[in-house]
């Protein structure tokens, strides 16, 4: 939970800064792809907050009404972050991209930015163009920040459960808070990436069609990915079970176990990042006696806990 939260508030405060940046540089230059980049890192610093909540909200405590807990706030709301944020900030990038494209006499006149009386835009005469270099390349350090941040704890945990590289990090992780930042910030530098082609290859032939397909393609990352975040988070919400290979894993335990005559039956779900419920009906040596199945029970949970840390709260049934 700990590297989760750091990696969302590293994200956080390079967005708000990204933001602010694209934003001003979309003013001077009036270019349709640095207005893409603006909806995008406002909607990923939407998504860090929407995060953060989540994280917040999961933390309390299990009630009469939620007795395993609130952990699964988390998909609640990165689920909403795919739905509301990157599928609507998708959309309007692909849209204004597209008129632009269409549009006759398409590109927009760069606004005059007046802060407090004061017209920045006429104080500082610089071309367009190298303004949204600027912006772009200081998003991209930005971005690289938050990446690099979010792919440290995304590789701790491929190394933690012998996951084979991010793509099985990807369909396996419950850590959905890190899974987005990691592919938000992925997408961020994909886009600024993008951003930057379009603008040069305007600036080097004069077809300023270049810029607003750019918009477009940034779009479609955006919309591409609001979907893959949205089919991850839905596993989950539905209660997904922990890996075939890990749940093997847990139920072997069970059926080494001394006295374990057979089982019966055997079920998994997350209930939250990194925490699973795991319960199992197993039959017993009927020679044990019932203050010996209460302890082989205690130590069938414990061996449970000990062999995945996600496993959080564990019912044996003994069967007949």
Do not use: C
Request: hydrophobic share 50%; no cysteine; glycine share 10%.
């Amino acid at each position: 939970m700990a590297g989760s939260k750091s990696v969302v508030l590293a994200a956080l405060v390079a967005n708000a800064a990204i933001a602010v940046l694209k934003f001003l540089g979309y003013l001077l230059t009036g270019s349709p792809s640095m207005l893409s980049e603006t909806y995008h890192s406002v909607s990923d610093t939407g998504n860090q907050v929407f995060l953060l909540v989540g994280i917040r909200y999961s933390g309390r405590k299990p009630s009469q009404a939620h007795p395993f807990g609130y952990g699964k706030a988390q998909f609640f709301y990165s689920f909403l972050v795919s739905v509301l944020l990157f599928g609507i900030a998708g959309w309007e990038s692909l849209k204004h991209g597209y008129q632009a494209v269409v549009a006759t006499g398409h590109a927009e006149e760069a606004a005059d930015v007046v802060i407090a009386g004061f017209n920045v835009s006429a104080a500082v005469p610089v071309e367009p163009f190298w303004v949204n270099v600027a912006v772009l390349v200081g998003a991209i350090v930005f971005e690289a920040y938050a990446f690099r941040k979010a792919l440290g704890e995304l590789t701790r945990q491929i190394r933690k459960y012998g996951w084979d590289g991010i793509y099985e990090a990807f369909r396996a992780t419950s850590d959905v808070t890190t899974l987005t930042a990691f592919t938000e910030d992925a997408i961020a530098l994909s886009g600024a990436g993008v951003a930057l082609v379009g603008i040069t290859l305007t600036r080097v032939t004069g077809n300023e069609a270049y810029d607003a397909v750019a918009s477009i393609l940034i779009g479609a990352l955006l919309m591409t990915f609001a979907v893959a975040l949205a089919w991850e988070n839905k596993r989950l919400l539905l209660g997904e079970s922990l890996p075939s290979e890990t749940e093997a894993k847990l139920r072997g335990a069970v059926a080494d176990h001394t006295g374990v005559v057979h089982i019966d039956g055997f079920r998994t779900m997350f209930i939250g990042p990194g925490e699973a419920l795991v319960t199992a009906d197993v039959s017993f040596d009927p020679d044990l006696v019932t203050g010996d199945i209460d302890e082989d029970i205690s130590q069938i949970e414990s061996a449970l806990r000990d062999l995945d840390d996600r496993v959080r709260i564990v019912y044996i049934e003994p069967e007949l």
